[in-house]
C-alpha cells in the first residue's frame, strides 16, 4: 500500500532558488519523515515531524504538516547543486513499519 | 564506526537460483527492514523485523524469505519463485521507543540484483 504520495514527480531549477515538495496521505499517522536519495545510494533521514507538530526547521529544510488535510511540504531553501537528488516522504500506518512515497526527482543546475 | 552494511553491492542471477543478500547492522537497533526499489514505484516494504526471532510480511513479500536470529544480521534471500526479481534491495533499522518503532529508519547503501 502507497502511504505517501509526493509532488510534483520531477522538479528542476537554478542554484539559489527555493524548492517545494509536497507530500499527500491517506490514514492517520503518529509522525511524518522525509529523506533524500543520492543516486544509486540508500537513503538518508532529513527531519522527522511528529504529528502534533505544524512546522520544524532544520538548516535551509523547512517542513509543515497539516493533519486535517493529511498533506506536508518540504521547502529547500537557496538550493544547491549538491542538493540534486530524490527526496522521499514517509508515513506510520501506527505501528508498522515506514511506508514510502514514490519520491520527488530534484535537479539543481548552476 | 556504526552503520549498516549490505552486501554485495552487485549482484547477478540466473533465473531459478536463490540468492541471499547480507545485512548487518552495528547500532544495537533492534528493528529491521527490507525494502524493493524499482525505478518509478519508490520504495516497497518486503519484511520486517522488530525483534530477534520475529518477523512480519510486508506489501510484497511472495517470492523472499527472511531470517532474524541475531540482533544484528537480517538476511534476505531470493527465491526462485520471485517472479520479477532485478530491483534494487535496501535494508534498514530502527530503535524501538515506548513501542512506536517506525522513528527514523537509518539505511545501508543497497543491493542491486540482476537476473542474467
Known amino acids: 500500500s502507497q502511504q505517501g504520495e509526493e509532488d510534483p514527480q520531477a522538479l528542476s531549477i537554478q542554484e539559489g532558488e527555493n524548492a517545494t515538495m509536497n507530500c499527500s496521505y491517506k490514514t492517520s499517522i503518529n509522525n511524518l519523515q522525509w529523506y533524500r536519495q543520492n543516486s544509486g545510494r540508500g537513503l538518508v533521514h532529513l527531519i522527522l515531524i511528529r504529528s502534533n507538530e505544524r512546522e520544524k526547521h532544520s538548516g535551509r529544510l523547512r517542513v509543515t504538516l497539516d493533519t486535517s488535510k493529511k498533506s506536508s511540504s518540504l521547502l529547500i531553501t537557496a538550493s544547491r547543486a549538491a542538493d540534486t537528488a530524490s527526496y522521499f516522504c514517509a508515513t506510520d500506518e501506527k505501528g508498522t513499519a515506514l511506508i514510502f512515497g514514490k519520491g520527488t526527482t530534484l535537479s539543481v543546475s548552476s | 564506526d556504526g552503520g549498516i552494511t549490505q552486501s554485495p553491492k552487485y549482484l547477478f542471477r540466473k533465473e531459478g537460483q536463490n540468492v541471499t543478500l547480507s545485512c548487518e547492522q552495528n547500532?544495537?537497533?533492534?528493528?529491521m527492514y527490507w525494502y524493493r526499489q524499482d525505478p518509478g514505484q519508490g520504495l516497497r516494504l518486503i519484511y520486517y523485523s522488530q525483534i530477534v526471532n520475529d518477523f512480519q510480511k510486508g506489501d510484497i513479500a511472495e517470492g523472499y524469505s527472511v531470517s532474524r536470529e541475531k540482533k544484528e544480521s537480517f538476511p534476505l534471500t531470493v527465491t526462485s519463485a520471485q517472479k520479477n526479481p532485478t530491483a534494487f534491495y535496501l535494508c534498514?533499522?530502527?530503535?524501538?521507543?515506548?513501542?512506536?518503532?517506525?522513528?527514523?529508519?537509518?539505511f545501508g547503501e543497497g543491493s542491486r540484483l540482476t537476473v542474467l
Open positions: 534498514a533499522s530502527s530503535t524501538r521507543r515506548e513501542g512506536v518503532h517506525t522513528g527514523e529508519l537509518f
Open positions: 547500532l544495537n537497533h533492534d528493528a
